[in-house]
Each structure stands twice: as C-alpha cells, then as structure tokens.
C-alpha cells in the first residue's frame, strides 16, 4: 500500500524566505511522487514529480523537491517565497508498476507574510 | 487543449433532490477519476475508470452515489437524493496509458456542491 504523510497542516513564511514542505512515504513497492499546488478556487496544478530519474526534480515557479530513499521524503523547497505562492500544497504517491491510483496527502497551506 | 472541463462550476440545491455533475476528460486520456475534497477528509478518491469501464469504486460513499463513463469524452457523478453531507468540491481528473502513472493526472477546476 501506499501513503503520504505531510508534516504540519499550516506553514506560514515571510516573503523572501526559503520555503520547506515536508512530505514522508510509505510504499512498499518503488513509488512516483508528485507535488501538486491548489490556489483557491481552483483545482489541483501538477507542480513537479519523480519518476525514478534523476532525484532532485525541479519543477515551476523555482519549486524543487528531492527524493531521499533513505529517508523515505520527498520534500518541497523553494529558496525564496513570494506572495503568489500562498496556495495549498499536496504530496501524492503511487506505484511504478500496475494499478496506478495518486494517493494524496491532506495538504499543507502555505501563507507568505509580506 | 482545453484540459479537463467539469460542470457545473457551483451547485446549490436542496436536500433530497438529485445533483448531476459533469467531467469531460482531455481528449486521449483514458483513466478518468473522480475526487472530493473536504475540510474533514481532505482529497478522497471515489472511482475511476479506465477506457470507459469502472475498475474501482470501493471509495464511493454509499448507494446514493454513481458513476458513469457512457463514453471516451464524457463522465457523470451522480447523487440520488442529496444530503447536507455530501456538500464539498468534486474534481474529475484525467490521466493516458502508458506509463500513466508518472505522468500524474490532469484536474479540471472542480464543483462546489452545497446541500441545503
């Protein structure tokens, strides 16, 4: 099975610092992982994925998130916040191989204080 | 491509009454997936279907919910009578084979069901 656990359900920064999303998995079969974004009153924006190449994946709007088998993360960065990136941020896991259903995180909201 | 279209972008309607919502996929794609996102729950994933057909459905709430796939461009979501309950954003995504799965899914922008 899969899952994806996002630490903290609220993340506030100030306009200039660096952004961090936390996002741990747990698959018991090599996963993909996703990042997706929702700006209010939208749906859900890809925002940058892993699919196993190279592991520190850049993504838009300056996000990068890498992989740490290790450590079974894949956290969200982003080294300076702007304004528009307030929104909420979801984590998704799924499998490389058959069924291929996202399993998303509850999400993190991200408010950037100016 | 105009992505994925849903509608109604906003319902409002009364306990009891039947609510049809509406997905029409990317064209292409053949995994369609139904979603609802609430405060409580946050993203739950009711069905989906792949080339039409209805491979899982085990997230679907209860016998009031249904879904249909009639064909490859057009998908309906079901609500036979609504309860104050079931009021939360519904999104439709799309995603194509192969290798649908690294891929990710495409959203469209969502209805907001509100139950009165």
């Known amino acids: 099975a899969q899952s994806v656990t996002q630490l903290g359900s609220h993340v506030s920064v100030s306009e200039g610092a660096l952004v961090l999303l936390r996002c741990n998995y747990s698959?018991?079969?090599?996963?993909?992982l996703f990042w997706y974004v929702q700006y209010p009153n939208q749906g859900l924006q890809l925002l940058l994925k892993?699919?196993?190449?190279?592991?520190l994946v850049k993504g838009i709007n300056g996000f990068e998130a890498e992989f740490k088998k290790s450590e079974t993360s894949f956290h969200l960065t982003k080294p300076s916040a702007h304004m528009s990136d307030a929104a909420e941020y979801f984590c998704?896991?799924?499998?490389?191989?058959?069924?291929?259903?996202?399993?998303f995180g509850t999400g993190t909201r991200l408010t950037v204080i100016p | 491509d105009a992505g994925v279209i849903q509608s109604p972008r906003h319902e409002v309607t009364e306990m009891g009454q039947e609510v049809t919502l509406r997905c029409k996929p990317i064209?292409?794609?053949?995994?369609l997936f139904w979603y609802r996102q609430t405060m409580m729950r946050g993203l739950e994933l009711l069905i989906y279907?792949?080339?039409?057909?209805?491979?899982?459905d085990s997230g679907m709430p209860e016998d009031r919910f249904s879904a249909k796939m009639p064909n490859a461009s057009f998908s309906t979501l079901k609500i036979q009578p609504s309860e104050p309950r079931d009021s939360a954003v519904y999104f439709c995504?799309?995603?194509?084979?192969?290798?649908?799965?690294?891929?990710?899914?495409?959203f469209g922008s969502g209805t907001r069901l509100t139950v009165v």
């Open positions: 995504a799309s995603s194509s084979s192969p290798g649908q799965g690294r891929r990710g899914y495409t």
């Open positions: 698959s018991s079969v090599p996963p993909y």
């Open positions: 279907f792949n080339n039409n057909v209805p491979i899982d």
């Open positions: 998704a896991v799924t499998k490389q191989t058959g069924a291929n259903n996202l399993f």
């Open positions: 064209s292409g794609h053949d995994y």
């Open positions: 892993y699919t196993s190449a190279a592991t």
